[in-house]
């Protein structure tokens, strides 16, 4: 069993930051991707930036700039650090991971529950 939990969302005002964080748990060999996911009221569930085992990262033309995506190989967690906040980017923030469990050659597909993410004055 492998278990994704988020932290950090909450009520920021336009133009503030935040940061999320997202920590892996359970039975795990190896973590190839990790990805932030979101979903706005009454949308579909988008991508939002993901990182590879090695670093490398992706992102969403709407958060190029302002979002930035790391992570810890060692901790088996994930970030995204969340700057010039708009309205837009209000939405439940999901953690996904492409994980090969212990004693397994196949990998899995995992979520968190989701945070969320809500920017007003």
């Known amino acids: 069993q492998v278990q994704l939990v988020e932290s950090g969302g909450g009520l920021v005002q336009p133009g503030g930051s935040l940061r999320l964080s997202c920590a892996a748990s359970g039975s795990i060999f190896s973590i190839y991707a990790m990805n932030w996911y979101r979903q706005a009221p009454g949308k579909e569930r988008e991508l939002v930036a993901t990182?590879?085992?090695?670093?490398?990262?992706n992102y969403a033309d709407s958060v190029k700039g302002r979002f930035t995506i790391s992570r810890d190989n060692a901790k088996n967690t994930v970030n995204l650090q969340m700057n010039s906040l708009k309205s837009e980017d209000t939405a439940v923030y999901y953690c996904?991971?492409?994980?090969?469990?212990?004693?397994?050659?196949?990998?899995?597909?995992?979520w968190g529950q989701g945070t969320l993410v809500t920017v007003s004055s």
């Open positions: 996904n991971a492409d994980v090969r469990r212990s004693f397994s050659y196949s990998s899995v597909e995992v």
């Open positions: 990182i590879t085992s090695g670093g490398s990262t």
